[in-house]
């Protein structure tokens, strides 16, 4: 079975793909590395260089070459369900999950990692929290089409463990 972990920007999905897959044994895909290694620069360079639309045409690639595999957890990036039909495709192929926080707490999570996003360079230390739930809202939609939503104040490899007893055969 394929499994995606979805969310915002610092919801924790790469640390709770790679806890899950050391935990399960399951191979961990970051869609994110996974594109770095692929273009062969950062996805800041990406954005800089060639823009938002090229990453996102990539991202939908890659991903899409990915639902050709399976057997695996992947960690997507923030907007990856929100682009290209990517949502749809992944819940077709596979089991979404859905790590939920709210923009306070992710506010606190990206202060000291703007850097790595592009998308949230620009913003202003003490604007975070209001771009962050302003970003969120506009892709709430997207996100709630995951079979499961955690809150991610309360995940525990339990949580992960009853989905794969349900859905690996
Ligand atoms: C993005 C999230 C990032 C990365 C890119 C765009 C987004 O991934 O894919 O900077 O649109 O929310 P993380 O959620 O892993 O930071």
């Known amino acids: 079975m394929r499994y995606f972990l979805i969310g915002f920007m610092g919801s924790g999905k790469t640390y709770w793909a790679s806890r899950w897959s050391e935990a399960f044994e ?4 970051e869609l994110d590395a996974a594109i770095e290694g692929r273009a062969g620069c950062s996805i800041a ?18 991903l899409r070459e990915y639902l050709k595999k399976d057997n695996y957890i992947l960690s997507c990036g923030g907007g990856t369900p929100c682009f290209h039909r ?3 495709c992944m819940n077709l192929k596979g089991v979404t999950i859905y790590l ?3 923009p ?18 620009e913003v202003a230390k003490e ?19 995951a079979i499961y939503h955690f809150d ?12 794969l007893r349900r859905h690996s055969l």
């Open 45 to 62: 360079e990406i954005f800089a260089q060639k823009g938002e639309a090229h990453f996102r045409k990539m991202e939908a690639a890659l």
């Open 152 to 163: 991610t104040r309360y995940i525990t490899n339990e949580n992960f463990e009853r989905i």
């Open 104 to 121: 306070d707490e992710l506010a606190l999570r990206l202060a000291g990692e703007q850097n790595k996003r592009p998308l949230l360079k």
């Open 100 to 102: 939920k926080s709210t």
């Open 86 to 88: 990517n949502m749809k």
């Open 127 to 145: 604007k975070l929290p209001q771009v962050i739930a302003t970003q969120l809202k506009r892709r709430e939609s997207c996100y709630s089409k």
């Open 26 to 29: 399951l191979p961990l895909i």
